[in-house]
C-alpha cells in the first residue's frame, strides 16, 4: 500500500468520514424508532431498487469527495490480489466463518425467545411469486451487485484505509462495528459486525477490495435465493 494511506494520517478526513457513516446509522435507527414498517413485498417493487440505486449513488457522491486528492487505487484498495487462488480460498474461509457465527449466534437467541435477525431486516422475500419476477431481477441486481461494492467501498475501503494508520486491528474492529450500525437493527447487529469484522480482515490479507466485494456479494446472492426457494 501506499505511503500516503498506508501511513500517514488523515484526521479531517477520517473525521468527515464518521460524520457520514454515523449519520446512516443515526438514520437507520431512527427510521426503526419511528416504527417504519418494511412492506412484506418489498423485494418485488421496482421503488425498491431504484430507491436504493439513488441511496447508493449518494453515498458514492460523498465517498469519491471525502477521498478527493487521494489517490481512488490506494484508498479505495482497487487493485487486483497478489495471487488470486489464495485470496479465493481466504474468501471462502470467511464466508464459512460468516455462517458458522451466525449460526451460533442463531441457537444463543433460541435459548432467549423467538429472535430472528434476517426477519428484522426484512429485505428477504417469503417466497416465490413468478408474476413479479422483473421486480425482483431488479432488487436482486441491486442487492446482489449495487449495494456490496458501494458498502465494501464505504467500509473496507475508504474507511479501512483511513483508520488504518491508527492500527490495523482497531481499523478492521472499529470499521466492522460502524458496519454493523449502519443496518439500524437490534438483534441483528452483533451478527452484522462479526460480518464486518470478517470481511475487514480478508481485506487486509488480501490487500485488495475485490474479494470483499465478491464474499459480500455471494452472501447477499445466496440469502435471496434461499429465501425464494423455500428452503429457508
Known amino acids: 500500500m501506499s505511503e500516503t494511506v ?8 477520517l473525521a468527515a468520514w464518521l460524520v457520514f457513516v454515523l449519520g446512516l446509522a443515526l438514520l437507520s435507527y431512527g ?3 419511528a416504527d417504519t414498517e418494511t412492506p412484506d413485498d418489498l423485494a418485488y417493487r421496482y421503488s425498491s431498487s431504484v430507491a436504493a440505486l439513488i441511496q447508493y449513488g ?28 489464495r485470496s479465493i480460498g481466504l474468501a471462502v474461509l470467511a464466508l464459512l466463518a460468516i455462517y458458522a457465527a451466525a449460526l451460533v449466534y442463531e441457537r444463543v437467541l ?32 441491486v442487492v446482489t451487485f449495487i449495494a456490496p461494492t458501494v ?20 481499523a478492521i474492529v472499529a470499521t466492522g462495528v460502524l458496519f454493523g450500525l449502519a443496518h439500524g437493527l437490534l438483534v ?13 480482515w480478508l481485506r487486509v490479507r488480501t490487500n485488495s477490495i475485490y474479494p470483499a466485494v465478491a464474499l459480500h456479494s455471494a452472501f447477499n446472492g445466496i440469502a ?4 425464494v426457494s423455500g428452503a429457508a
Do not use: C, K
Not at 67 to 80: Q, Y
Open 188 to 200: 441483528g447487529l452483533p451478527i452484522l459486525s462479526v460480518f464486518g469484522i470478517v470481511v475487514g
Open 151 to 170: 458498502e465494501e467501498l464505504t467500509y473496507r475501503g475508504l474507511g479501512l484505509s483511513l483508520a488504518q494508520p491508527y492500527g490495523t486491528a482497531l
Open 31 to 33: 427510521a426503526r424508532l
Open 6 to 13: 498506508a501511513t500517514q494520517r488523515h484526521p479531517g478526513r
Open 110 to 141: 433460541s435459548l432467549v425467545g423467538d429472535f430472528d435477525p434476517t426477519e428484522e431486516q426484512g429485505l428477504v422475500p417469503d417466497g416465490w411469486d413468478s408474476s413479479r419476477a422483473g421486480a425482483f431481477i431488479a432488487f436482486f441486481l
Open 58 to 85: 449518494i453515498m458514492l457522491g460523498i465517498l469519491l469527495l471525502i477521498a478527493r486528492g487521494l489517490s481512488w487505487r490506494e484508498v479505495f484498495a482497487l487493485r487486483r490480489p497478489e495471487r488470486w487462488g
Open 224 to 227: 435471496l435465493l434461499v429465501s
